[in-house]
């Protein structure tokens, strides 16, 4: 069974902070997603990362799949109180379409 | 990116009544969506995948029965919760897949079961 170990679980930090959230896990996966979810909302996709070592950047955030393609992390810099959530990873098995998500991050940036 | 629609968007039933909940590809086919429950302040929990024309395959520990998904087209699945109690309440969600490597997901169904 594929899982995925997602740290931290709380983030709670001052605004203009840097942070950096953590998808962990021991098997191999094809494509990692990394989706941010607002209360009472479905997640929305952020970023898929597919090749290993990759590097993505959407504005402040910066996305990197491991070179084994087992690990990903999430890196916001100057948090705003915009980017509080709960932040998900999920990965993608070879050629399967269920995903594996990780705990969750739940992410607050204070004023 | 492709969009998935759940409606309703939350619903209030009566114990021991049921309650379908609609999960709509709108601009793609979708041969396999996907249930989940999440819990307050949890990550997703996968409930079933949705096969159209087929059975649905329940994750272990959820009830077939109490969990009935029929997928009989390739926009639409629907999940019905049966005889509805209380510790069924609880934030539905659906996703669906227009290629393999990304997930959309429905806008989510609060269900609040009385």
């Known amino acids: 069974t594929q899982l995925l170990e997602q740290s931290p679980q709380f983030l709670s930090i001052q605004e203009g902070e840097n942070l950096t959230v953590y998808c962990n896990s021991s098997s191999v996966f094809s494509s990692l997603q990394w989706y941010r979810q607002e209360p009472g909302e479905g997640p929305v996709l952020l970023v898929t990362?597919?090749?290993?070592?990759e590097v993505k950047k959407l504005k402040r955030l910066t996305f990197q799949f491991g070179d084994a393609r087992k690990d990903s992390s999430l890196h916001i810099t100057a948090a705003q109180p915009g980017d509080t959530g709960l932040y998900l990873c999920a990965g993608a098995g070879q050629g399967a379409q269920k995903l594996v998500f990780g705990q969750g991050t739940r992410l607050t940036i204070n004023p | 990116g492709a969009v998935v629609s759940q409606h309703p968007s939350w619903v209030i039933c009566k114990s021991g009544t049921s309650v379908k909940i609609e999960c709509r590809s709108l601009d793609f086919q979708a041969t396999t969506m996907f249930w989940y429950r999440q819990f307050p302040k949890q990550s997703l929990m996968l409930m079933a995948t949705?096969?159209?024309?087929?059975?649905?395959?329940?994750e272990q520990g959820v009830e077939k029965d109490k969990f009935l998904i029929n997928h009989a087209s390739l926009t639409l699945s629907t999940l019905t919760v049966t005889s509805a109690h209380p510790e069924d309440s609880s934030f539905y969600i659906c996703s669906a897949t227009p290629w393999i490597t990304e997930a959309f997901f429905g806008q989510g169904t609060r269900l609040t079961v009385v």
């Open positions: 990362v597919v090749t290993g070592g």
């Open positions: 949705s096969n159209e024309g087929s059975k649905a395959t329940y």
